[in-house]
């Protein structure tokens, strides 16, 4: 039995891949896409954090929605923090070039 997998939030794995195949086509600087994924990133957090205080205060209406936006901003800070210690690396490694 085969199942078709989905991408969870606005930062799945194929939407990366296909903006980076964006961003080379358009000539968009790394750096704007950068802030425009920081800014993503943010946006979820937001949406995580007002879930976790509508759950707090019982406001929540969707449970299991509430669940899934607390979800995406946790895998997106993951995945942000990912991409920084690679960044961080890549910077050490191109320091330790001899030329």
């Known amino acids: 039995m085969e199942k078709n997998i989905q991408g969870v939030g606005r930062l799945s794995t194929a939407d990366l891949l296909k903006k980076g195949s964006e961003t080379q086509k358009s000539g968009e600087s790394f750096s704007d896409v950068l802030k425009e994924t920081i800014g993503e990133v943010n946006d979820l957090q937001k949406e995580g954090q007002k879930a ?39 910077y050490k490694e191109i320091l330790r070039t001899q030329i």
């Open 52 to 90: 976790m205080s509508d759950i707090a205060t019982g406001q929540v209406k969707d449970l299991h929605q509430a669940a899934i936006a607390i979800d995406k901003a946790e895998l997106s800070m993951k995945m942000m923090l990912e991409v920084r210690n690679k960044a961080i690396n890549a």
